[in-house]
């Protein structure tokens, strides 16, 4: 099963509240906010700004705030930040395998985390944080990845 992080989910959940704020934000604001533990949040927000994707001000009147606008920030980037580079098996991220020169499917898993991160890069922390009226920009991002993912099953089996 393909599994996003509790850490990748938080910093998204992190991400679309700060983005929420007019100003500076601090972690135990955020923490209030979403639930997620306070050093938790912290260890969160240090990453994130190692990670380019907010800026931390220090201070008394100190806090955090976005990089970039939440149109701008994908759910691959935040993916990445957090847990490194996406992969879905050790072929895809350039290491090999114990079992690489048994394997007859070397490559052949590119095809698949290649769709897998073009999905990821069109959804943004925008789209994660709007909802329609029939329910949420999630839920119809994927039902659209559901429509195309056949077609890329059905040729790797």
């Known amino acids: ?6 850490l990748a989910d ?3 959940v992190l991400l ?14 955020l923490a209030g906010e ?5 050093p938790t949040v912290a260890k969160l927000l240090k990453g994130l700004a ?4 907010v800026i931390s001000h ?12 939440l149109d701008e920030i994908t759910v691959a980037k935040v993916i990445s930040v957090v847990d490194g580079p996406i992969a879905i098996t050790a072929c895809c991220d350039g290491r090999g395998c114990e079992h690489s020169s048994l394997c007859g499917l070397s490559g052949q898993w590119d095809m698949v985390n290649d769709a897998v991160l073009a999905t990821l890069n069109g959804i943004t922390l925008a789209d994660m944080s709007q909802h329609t009226v029939g329910g949420s ?14 077609a890329v099953v059905d040729t790797v089996n």
Do not use: N
């Open 1 to 6: 099963m393909l599994r996003l992080s509790k």
């Open 10 to 12: 938080y910093a998204t």
């Open 16 to 29: 679309v509240q700060l983005g929420q704020h007019e100003g500076l934000a601090t972690a135990a604001a």
């Open 34 to 38: 979403t639930g997620v533990p306070e």
């Open 50 to 53: 190692a990670g380019g994707l």
């Open 58 to 69: 220090r201070g008394a009147r100190g806090g955090y705030r976005l990089s970039f606008g």
């Open 137 to 150: 920009r999630k839920v119809e991002a994927e039902l659209s990845v559901r429509s195309e993912v056949p």
